[in-house]
């Protein structure tokens, strides 16, 4: 599990609104292999930070029963704390509020060299990805996946699976000089990721198995392809022309937008 503590504040300047915040991106947050007593010193360091300013608590990955209750406990009824989630399932779920993924641009465009990229854990999205990169190869389409394994898993594709971290710069070149996303949600999450929110910000087409890409703003037949079992379509829609995305739906997801939304 991911979050952010998010401490901000708008100012008005003349005509301007301006949005000052510190946002901490909590260390071992995502690591729940440690133990409780831990996680708990780790959340009461940050709530010191920010005790003074009404701080905001958002989730931008999926999350359990266990962890939302014990964040509850140890840091939202020592201070006040609202919370917020990427996911507007998980909004409904634990009765959180909702702030969409957003996008904060570190290298330029480059070159497009290669026609599909995905990057990602495993996390049961192995069998399908599998399958596009297959159906990919058989149409001379040239992808670069990249999947980190889970532990003590063992996988058949070994040209797919990458043993160790990548660097995330290194996922934005890779972004940026593909021709296509490939963006699998894990079972159960309806929120945007942060690859289509690249995808979105490169001008790339986004192909997905997410069918509630199609109530996103962007959505567009030409620019999200929406997986089907037989993967029917998706040759045509990758050597179709390339897309670009208005800016004002990027500058809807920017995190200057994104940051006046808390409140």
Same mark, same amino acid.
């Given at each position: 599990?991911?979050?952010?503590i998010i401490n901000c504040h708008t100012a008005n300047r003349g005509d301007e609104?301006?949005?000052?915040?510190? @946002?901490?991106?909590? =260390?071992?947050?995502?690591?729940? #292999?440690?133990? *409780?007593?831990?996680?708990?010193?780790?959340?009461?360091?940050?709530?010191?930070?920010?005790?003074?300013?009404?701080?905001?608590? %958002?989730? %931008?990955?999926?999350?359990?029963?266990?962890?939302?209750?014990?964040?509850?406990?140890?840091?939202?009824?020592?201070?006040?704390?609202?919370?917020?989630?990427?996911? *507007?399932?998980?909004?409904?779920?634990?009765?959180?509020?909702?702030?969409?993924?957003?996008?904060?641009? #570190?290298?330029?465009?480059?070159?497009?060299?290669?026609?599909?990229?995905?990057?990602?854990?495993?996390?049961?999205?192995?069998?399908?990805?599998?399958? @596009?990169?297959?159906?990919?190869?058989?149409?001379?389409?040239? =992808?670069?996946?990249?999947?980190? =394994?889970?532990?003590?898993?063992?996988?058949?594709?070994? *040209?797919?699976?990458?043993?160790?971290? @990548?660097?995330?710069?290194?996922?934005?070149?890779? @972004?940026?000089?593909?021709?296509?996303?490939?963006?699998?949600?894990?079972?159960?999450?309806?929120?945007?990721?942060?690859?289509?929110?690249?995808?979105?910000?490169?001008?790339?087409?986004?192909?997905?198995?997410?069918?509630?890409?199609?109530?996103?703003?962007?959505?567009?037949?030409?620019?999200?392809?929406?997986?089907?079992?037989?993967?029917?379509?998706?040759?045509?829609?990758?050597?179709?022309?390339?897309?670009?995305?208005?800016?004002?739906?990027?500058?809807?997801?920017?995190?200057?937008? %994104?940051?006046?939304?808390?409140?």
């Amino acid at each position: 599990m991911n979050f952010m503590i998010i401490n901000c504040h708008t100012a008005n300047r003349g005509d301007e609104a301006a949005v000052h915040a510190l @946002v901490y991106d909590v =260390p071992g947050s995502n690591d729940y #292999s440690r133990d *409780e007593g831990t996680n708990s010193l780790l959340l009461l360091f940050y709530t010191l930070i920010i005790y003074f300013h009404q701080p905001f608590l %958002w989730f %931008w990955n999926t999350i359990s029963d266990k962890k939302i209750e014990h964040l509850r406990v140890k840091l939202c009824s020592f201070i006040k704390c609202k919370m917020y989630s990427f996911d *507007e399932g998980d909004c409904k779920k634990y009765k959180l509020s909702y702030n969409t993924q957003f996008f904060q641009n #570190s290298i330029d465009a480059v070159k497009t060299n290669r026609d599909a990229y995905f990057v990602g854990t495993d996390k049961g999205r192995y069998e399908l990805i599998k399958k @596009v990169y297959n159906h990919l190869i058989e149409h001379d389409i040239k =992808p670069l996946f990249q999947i980190i =394994p889970d532990n003590e898993k063992e996988y058949e594709l070994a *040209e797919i699976i990458h043993k160790g971290f @990548v660097e995330y710069d290194t996922v934005l070149q890779n @972004v940026s000089s593909s021709k296509v996303i490939l963006d699998i949600t894990k079972r159960g999450q309806t929120g945007m990721t942060m690859r289509a929110m690249e995808a979105l910000f490169y001008d790339k087409k986004i192909i997905t198995n997410n069918p509630l890409y199609t109530n996103l703003p962007f959505y567009r037949k030409d620019a999200v392809f929406i997986l089907n079992d037989n993967l029917d379509g998706l040759v045509e829609f990758i050597n179709a022309a390339d897309i670009t995305y208005d800016d004002s739906i990027k500058d809807y997801y920017s995190i200057e937008n %994104w940051l006046r939304r808390f409140q």
